[in-house]
Structure formats: C-alpha cells, structure tokens
C-alpha cells in the first residue's frame, strides 16, 4: 500500500506549480506563501518545515516575479536560505525541479544526458536562474544534508519533441517518492546515487519527458526506474 506523504511545493500559483499539484493529488499538498518569503530572519521560514516529508523546490519559472535582481535573489539567498531551513527541520528528501530547457541551444543530432554539463547564457534570466538554483540544491546534498533528486523536466504546455505529460510525470514521482534509495534492493542494483557519486553522495539528476520516436531527450534512466508503472 502506498503511503501518503506530506509534501510541500515551494508554490502553487505558478503553471509549474500547478501542473506538480496535479501529479501529486493522491498526497497531503502544502504550499510557501509568498509572504513568507518576505522574512526579516530566515530562521522564521522553519515553522514551514514543521511536520513536512518532502520539499519540492521549483529552480525554473517556479516564481512570479519578474525583475531580474529579485529573480536572482530568490534563485540564490532565499532558495539556500529556504534549504537551510528544510535540513535544521531534518527534511530528508527535496527535489529540485528544473527544466531540460537548459539543453535546448545544443545541437538536435548529439546525445544529451544527465551527466552534461555546460555553461548557461546570461542573456536568458530564467534559464540562468534554474542553473543557479541546481547549484545551491547541489551543494546541499554534497554536505549530506539531505538528499535531492533534480529533475529536469520536458516541456509542459506545448505538443513539442521534448512534451511532458501529467500521466509520464506523475508515475516518475510516485516512484520516485516511494522508493528506498538504501534498501538492500538498491544497493544490490548500485543504487540511484550510484552514479552521482563524483557529483556528490546524496544528489542525482533524471531527464523527463515522454518517450516516443523522435524525442529529444534520451530518458533510459528515468524509464529504466519506473519500468511498468506508465
């Protein structure tokens, strides 16, 4: 039987957040008022945390705001901040949501996974924005704070090469949330993490979308994980 868990979104007002509220119907939903995120003291943002399982923290288009220096602001000291208040609440597991946007500028013909990494246009605030709130999520896991998954999700709105719909993405999630990264299971497989671990122990990327011929993301891992669940 599967069990419900509390989870927090870090917003519900925004088409990603809303799109994530629907993949996860079957489990307790909370949400980050904006006035929170208003604090004089980033200890305030604790009380949050209370009685939570997982965080789900969304790096890209994950926000309302619309000026760069408050779009930088919330991708860098409030998302640290917001983690820092998750690890004290001893939160266990936090996924970082992104977007595989980032990859979009490479070339169609080369294979792309979730070991790539590149240097991101400042040009393009909010691409910019969810690399520099994986790298914050990042090195959260590197201190071993908790674990983060990264997902870096297809493209929610539009019938595109990399489209993401609700029924691929909500089996990736409740798989996802139900698994054991450390049971006697995974580790006979290597784990999840296995092949994070130059990266650091507790983070590991997935690619999403949905797989079909002419994709433009390889998605063997993610696949590969939920197996017969789609």
Not at 62 to 72: A, H, Q, R, V
Request: hydrophobic share 35%; proline share 2%; net charge negative.
């Amino acid at each position: 039987m599967k069990q419900k868990k509390n989870i927090l979104i870090s917003s519900s007002n925004t088409e990603i957040g809303k799109f994530l509220s629907k993949c996860l119907k079957n489990h307790n939903l909370k949400y980050i008022e904006e006035s929170k995120l208003d604090y004089t003291d980033p200890k305030e943002l604790n009380e949050i945390f209370k009685n939570i399982d997982i965080y789900f923290h969304l790096g890209y288009q994950g926000t309302n705001l619309n000026k760069e220096k408050d779009l930088i602001d919330f991708h860098t000291r409030k998302t640290y901040d917001i983690l820092f208040a998750a690890g004290e609440e001893n939160i266990k597991r936090v996924f970082s949501i992104s977007t595989l946007d980032l990859y979009l500028e490479i070339e169609s013909n080369l294979t792309v996974t979730e070991n790539w990494e590149i240097k991101y246009p400042v040009d393009n605030i909010n691409i910019l924005c969810a690399n520099l709130s994986e790298n914050v999520c990042k090195e959260f896991a590197r201190d071993e704070v908790f674990e983060v998954i990264n997902l870096r999700l297809g493209d929610l709105i539009n019938s595109s090469n990399s489209k993401l719909s609700e029924n691929k993405l909500s089996s990736c999630l409740e798989r996802l949330i139900q698994l054991d990264f450390y049971s006697e299971e995974s580790k006979q497989s290597k784990g999840p993490f296995y092949s994070a671990r130059k990266k650091g122990p507790n983070w590991i990327n997935y690619h999403i979308q949905d797989s079909f011929n002419g994709q433009r993301f390889l998605t063997n891992k993610i696949d590969g994980l939920i197996g017969d669940s789609l």
